[in-house]
């Protein structure tokens, strides 16, 4: 369950030393090299899931508990406000890391902005054609 030529792997099992927060039998929390604000960090797997769609589900079930842990830690050590919880799936998506990982952005008050979608109207007809096109492939 290793990729040999994946940077998180080895970061998540410290063959490549990181500024860890926590860690575990599964998984190994960073933080981030490029942070979005201070104290920015993922929680990395310890085995090689490319994306949410490769997670296996122990994984799965045990990543959101984790990052409100983080995400209620920095709270607590930091003083933010809140948290964004961002998880990339695939390039066009700003996935770098092809290693599953979910970022931790704590937010402060008056803090950096981060980059949000503009909202564009929506048409009602369009939206139940575009759900039930969904609807389609989940059955
Ligand atoms: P993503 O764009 O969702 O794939 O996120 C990849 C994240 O990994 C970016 O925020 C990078 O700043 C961060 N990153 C890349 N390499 C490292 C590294 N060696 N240590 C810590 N963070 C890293
Ligand atoms: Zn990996």
């Known amino acids: 369950m290793r990729d040999e030529t994946c940077i998180f792997c080895k970061i998540a099992n410290g063959e490549i030393p990181s500024a860890t927060v926590y860690e575990d039998p599964d998984f190994r929390v960073i933080l981030d090299l490029g942070p979005a604000s201070e104290g920015h960090a993922l929680i990395l797997p310890k ?54 990982h979910v970022h931790v952005i704590p937010r402060y008050e008056g803090g950096p902005s981060i980059a949000a979608w503009e909202c564009q109207p929506a048409n009602a007809d369009k939206l139940a054609q575009i759900a039930e096109q969904i609807k389609s492939a989940l059955s």
């Open 47 to 100: 085995n090689h899931f490319k994306d949410v769609c490769d997670l296996d589900e122990e994984t799965a079930a045990k990543v959101l508990p984790l990052a409100a842990k983080i995400g209620a830690a920095m709270k607590k050590s930091l003083g933010c406000a809140g948290f964004n919880l961002v998880q990339n799936n695939g390039k066009e998506a700003g996935q770098t890391v092809f290693h599953f």
